[in-house]
């Protein structure tokens, strides 16, 4: 440490200069020490997050693996009534009375009109070409009485998505649409016709096998299906 | 993009009022583009602009609160880091805080040459990010006009908490009893009920602000008169 000089002057000003030293050092200190609790803060934050999507993955995983379970075994029945169903066939056709009405039937095939009635529900929807990702994915054993879709979705062709709906077996149930994805459209950048891609449907779940078709209206008139499965609807066990 | 333009999808990025205490959602609506952010935060888009109304803000902190080269320095409600872009230059170190992870993003922007600064998406009302007792200054400038008067006060407390001692704490809002105040408060008015925005503009009163640092544990209150008129509160925390 050097002598201190003897002008008071010269004293106070390299007091002056000692202690703005201090102060900075003092300031990069407590600068230091928010960014340290800051860092700490958001890696508590982050563990807390990630705990809380592995309890979520494992609770996924225990009831995808309850429902793979379930459809393996309805698999398996559905193969029995099958065999049973051929050995049956195989009876019918080896009966006598089979093969006496054989001209009959043979007679009929050639008058009868071509094609088969179309299936009701109004006009058959096409496929359409989407971007989309399903937050409640629909393969699943649906054991509610209902069931809410929810996801994103916006057509290739860049139209605008104007209403939505699920079709279970003919059966339509409306959604809204419009609904914010903030994290969406960060990722995948602005999409002028469809600002707000988020979407919700709602639909009844009742008991059997049933042909689901989550479908969305372009542009205000026709409609395009999004995704399309075969869905299995079982009451909860009491 | 025009001004006409940024001030049109600003309309239509506004919520309504009752989803003005849902400030993460109204805020994150607003900061979607960086001129329709620049708008809501500041009214106005061009970085001239900014710039200088920034520096008018900093030479009323200088007379008011007064600032020093060797400062911490919190803003409450950084926006798009208009005041902290120029301020970092005159400070040790800014750190800017909000509640939209969107506006912090265009902020981001402003300061990628600025490393004695740091932003913080605050979770919810409140400093909790924060530690106690560590900034000389604590300042939250055109904001309290888009708060409830309960989350003005909450500010304020937790300013007081995570001020060092013997920093100082600075409030603004535009008053009731100014012609520009007046003229927010009428054309208010004039919303049909169910479509006032959520962040429609309220004025404070001297009498509130000066309260709510009273009550918050600030000595020296005073209550200035500014230029623009706007009122501002400032106060300092006890020294130990």
């Not at chain 1, 006496?100 to 070409?129: D, I, K, W, Y």
Request: proline share 6%; charged share 25%; aromatic share 10%.
């Amino acid at each position: 440490m050097s002598a201190p000089p003897d002008d008071p002057g010269q004293r106070a000003a390299a007091l002056q200069a000692e202690l703005d030293a201090v102060k900075r050092r003092d300031a990069e200190f407590r600068a230091n020490m928010v960014k340290e609790f800051l860092d700490r803060g958001e890696r508590n934050t982050y563990l807390h997050t990630l705990r809380e999507e592995k309890a979520g993955l494992v609770k996924r995983e225990q009831e995808s693996f309850a429902d793979l379970e379930f459809l393996t075994r309805k698999l398996e029945a559905e193969g029995d009534r099958i065999a049973a169903l051929e050995g049956e066939l195989q009876g019918m056709w080896r009966s006598w009375s089979w093969r006496l009405t054989s001209p009959l039937r043979a007679l009929r095939r050639a008058f009868s009109p071509g094609a088969p009635a179309p299936a009701a529900g109004g006009e058959p929807v096409q496929g359409g070409v989407f971007t989309y990702y399903l937050h409640t994915a629909p393969f699943r054993v649906y054991r509610g009485d209902s069931f809410t879709l929810r996801g994103w979705a916006w057509p290739e062709d860049g139209r605008a998505i104007t209403a939505v709906r699920v079709n279970l077996d003919g059966r339509t149930f409306a959604g809204r649409h419009g609904l914010e994805e903030p994290e969406v459209i960060a990722r995948y950048g602005a999409q002028p016709a469809n600002p707000r891609p988020g979407f919700e449907v709602t639909f009844a779940t009742p008991p059997g096998r049933h042909l689901l078709s989550l479908e969305a209206q372009l542009g205000g008139s026709e409609w395009r299906w999004i995704v399309r499965t075969s869905v299995w609807c079982e009451p909860k066990a009491p | 993009m025009s001004a006409a333009d940024a001030n049109s999808r600003w309309m239509d990025s506004t919520s309504t009022l009752g989803d003005r205490s849902a400030y993460k959602k109204v805020w994150e609506r607003q900061a979607q583009d960086p001129d329709v952010a620049s708008l809501a935060v500041a009214g106005h888009t061009d970085e001239a602009t900014l710039e200088l109304s920034a520096r008018g803000f900093i030479d009323t902190l200088r007379t008011t609160v007064g600032l020093s080269p060797s400062d911490v320095i919190l803003e409450i409600g950084c926006g798009i880091a208009r005041v902290g872009r120029p301020l970092s230059r005159e400070c040790t170190h800014w750190f800017g805080a909000d509640i939209s992870a969107g506006m912090l993003r265009h902020a981001s922007d402003r300061l990628k040459d600025r490393p004695n600064t740091t932003l913080v998406e605050l979770a919810t009302v409140g400093l909790q990010e924060f530690p106690r007792d560590a900034f000389d200054l604590v300042y939250c400038t055109i904001v309290f006009m888009h708060l409830f008067e309960w989350d003005r006060y909450r500010y304020v407390e937790e300013a007081f908490r995570v001020l060092r001692p013997g920093g100082h704490g600075y409030f603004d809002n535009f008053p009731l009893d100014s012609k520009h105040g007046w003229n927010v408060f009428v054309e208010g008015s004039r919303y049909p009920l169910d479509r006032r925005p959520a962040h429609i503009s309220m004025a404070s009163t001297r009498e509130e602000l000066g309260i709510y640092l009273g009550k918050a544990g600030f000595v020296d209150v005073q209550v200035h008169d500014l230029p623009n008129e706007l009122i501002a509160a400032t106060g300092r925390k006890p020294d130990c």
